[in-house]
């Protein structure tokens, strides 16, 4: 709405008013440090050299992808350096006493379900973004938007049906001192 009233380049605007606003809700909140344990480690380049060819590697099979043909040489070349490169960088991370990433946090298993819920949710209304475009763009074609629109319901619906399941399901995990709000 705000996009058709003030045109798009608000949007950036909104975003830095927003960004004002954060960051004087949090200008009390007190920093939050680890506590020393006097070992030094030196910083992990070839972690976060690993992780940053991974990145552009995938990066660059996905925008090049349709150009390149989705199966040519090039695109599966592109896949094999992508899997060559996380691997080593799950194997460096794994073996060095001061990791780019620590993957240890991964052990929690209400951690790891919280990344993975949120991830799988991220990827549903992403999901639901394109299909809503593709709705509009098949409704401008003549076909009737109802329809289309019936289309996206399903994954909404088992999303609002799995809300309640986790949220069971981290109250289960979760120790009662770990709870947010605290118990009384």
């Known amino acids: 709405m705000a996009v058709s009233f003030l045109g798009w380049r608000a949007i950036f605007w909104i975003s830095i008013a927003v960004a004002a606003i954060a960051l004087y809700l949090i200008r009390d909140t007190p920093d939050s440090k680890v506590a ?17 060819a991974a990145m552009l590697v995938i990066n660059i099979f996905i925008t090049q992808g349709p150009k390149l043909g989705w199966f040519s040489g090039a695109s599966l070349g592109l896949i094999v350096a992508f899997v060559l490169f996380i691997l080593a960088f799950f194997r460096i991370e794994t073996r060095k006493p001061g ?22 949710l991220n990827g549903l209304a992403g999901t639901l973004v394109v299909a809503l475009g593709l709705v509009q763009q098949a409704s401008s074609l003549g076909s009737a938007s109802l329809n289309e629109a019936r289309r996206t319901m399903p994954p909404l619906r088992r999303r609002r049906r799995s809300v309640p399941v986790r949220r069971c399901r981290s109250r289960r995990q979760t120790p009662p001192s770990a709870r947010w709000p605290a118990p009384a």
């Open 36 to 52: 020393e344990t006097g070992t030094h480690h030196r910083f992990d380049w070839s972690g976060l050299l690993a992780f940053v």
């Open 99 to 120: 990791p780019f990433v620590d993957l240890s946090i991964f052990d929690s298993k209400t951690f790891a379900g919280a990344i993975l819920s949120n991830s799988l």
